[in-house]
């Protein structure tokens, strides 16, 4: 009799579908991308409330070992989908399964990732939203067109991780965009969010006349310690993500991190109603912003273009 309760128990629970949501570290901004996937599944009929989803959720805190840890116990558990926020946590379970489905978000192509096969294709059990560096050109455009040179070159200050391909990619991209606009970019190696404002310090001593926060994961984490820098320098920040600007950085054009996360989620969504990943593939962000900070824009005396918007 015990045999056929718990027998029926585990029927219940497996009549259940169980999401892995693995953020790689904490952050305010990335936060949005997961509070936009659970409301898509939300809109489509699945949330906790409803008892017809759980959602097992891992913050790795930036920690590699934590982070194997966590995706480890979700392949353990056999958790029917996963979604991984930040190429950290998209490349950490590619790694680990070729079978669960996984919804990425926050993270950028397969290529940029070095996850693409000789063909150029991602893994097959790779969904969700990606991003490319296209937009990043745009948002760095824009700091020779709003700022004038204190003398001679206009000169941009850059910390990049050289562990994240993302980051250092948009660095080699920047470098070439900047000799074409006349820029100097002046760019620092960062491994660690700790050791953010000895670094910033240091850049902040070759007279630069911006700061571009490019996609980085380590800049996102330090955010708050490189702004207050900056600021105390009288150094505006710019910036490719939406979400920076809330946090303080003067203008920029790029995805907003809570839609990228509700396009994944609608993905997820669609798996869950179906079982089947048929007409399903990683997709481009779809929603860009044009935003500034108001409050950053009158500290600079910046004029902001028509066309942006300003952050609540």
Not at 24 to 50: C, M, N, V
Not at 144 to 160: D, F
Not at 252 to 275: E, M, N, P, R, V
Request: net charge positive.
């Amino acid at each position: 009799m015990l045999t056929a309760i718990f027998a029926c128990n585990q029927a219940k629970k497996s009549a259940v579908p169980i999401i892995g949501f693995l953020d790689a570290f904490e952050d305010a901004t990335i936060g949005q991308a997961r509070t936009g996937f659970t409301q898509a599944l939300k809109d489509r009929g699945f949330s906790e409330e409803e008892g017809n989803i759980k959602i097992e959720y891992k913050n790795a805190q930036g920690s590699i070992p934590t982070l194997t840890q966590a995706v480890n116990y979700f392949v353990s558990e056999k958790v029917d989908l996963m979604a991984t926020s930040t190429t950290l946590a998209t490349v950490a379970a590619i790694q680990k399964t070729k079978t669960i489905p996984i919804f990425q978000m926050v993270s950028p192509t397969p290529q940029r990732m070095k996850v693409a096969d000789a063909s150029g294709n991602g893994p097959a059990n790779l969904f969700g939203t990606m991003e490319e560096l296209n937009y990043i050109d745009t948002s760095f455009a824009l700091i020779p067109q709003l700022l004038k040179p204190k003398a001679g070159k206009l000169t941009v200050g850059m910390i990049y991780n050289q562990s994240e391909p993302q980051s250092a990619d948009a660095l080699e991209r920047i470098k070439s965009l900047a000799a074409g606009l006349k820029v100097n970019v002046v760019a620092l190696p960062l491994n660690s969010s700790a050791d953010a404002q000895l670094v910033t310090q240091a850049l902040l001593s070759k007279n630069i006349d911006a700061f571009f926060a490019n996609p980085d994961n380590t800049v996102f984490a330090a955010f708050e310690t490189i702004l207050k820098s900056c600021n105390g320098k009288n150094v505006p920040v710019f910036t490719s993500e939406a979400g920076l600007v809330q946090r303080g950085a003067v203008a920029a054009f790029g995805a907003d991190i809570y839609q990228w996360g509700y396009q994944s989620g609608l993905q997820a969504a669609q798996y869950l109603k179906t079982h089947k990943t048929d007409g399903i593939k990683l997709e481009m962000v779809k929603v860009r912003k044009r935003v500034y900070n108001a409050a950053a824009a009158k500290k600079y005396n910046v004029t902001i273009p028509a066309g942006f918007e300003a952050v609540k």
